[in-house]
């Protein structure tokens, strides 16, 4: 089992930036994989960005040029926000993936809101 958990949520202002963390624990050693995704009200849960534990980067069209991943995707995650925008209000979530067994875990999310 694999226990994901992020913080970092919060009220900002528009244009303002927020860094988002997670963290996972438990059986790692088979994570090679971890993400945010985001849900705002009424929508479905979106990806936002994935990092492996190679390196490998992919942003949701949304993301790009804004949020930037990092950690080392075994236990870690970040996600800095900049210029920040009221339709990036959502709760946003982490998880992380395994490969054997072939699972995906996720935390409980945090609410980020962008309001004036």
């Known amino acids: 089992q694999v226990q994901v958990v992020e913080s970092g949520g919060g009220l900002v202002q528009p244009g303002g930036s927020l860094r988002l963390s997670c963290a996972a624990s438990?059986?790692?050693?088979?994570?090679?994989?971890m993400g945010w995704y985001r849900q705002a009200p009424g929508n479905e849960r979106e990806l936002v960005a994935t990092?492996?534990?190679?390196?490998?980067t992919n942003y949701a069209d949304s993301a790009k040029g804004r949020f930037t991943i990092s950690g080392n995707a075994k236990n870690t995650v970040y996600l800095q926000m900049n210029s920040l925008k009221p339709e990036d209000t959502a709760v946003y979530y982490c998880?992380?993936?395994?490969?054997?067994?072939?699972?995906?875990?996720w935390g409980q999310g945090t609410q980020v809101t962008v309001s004036s």
């Open positions: 998880n992380a993936v395994t490969a054997i067994p072939s699972k995906i875990y």
């Open positions: 438990g059986s790692i050693v088979s994570i090679y994989r």
């Open positions: 990092l492996t534990t190679g390196g490998s």
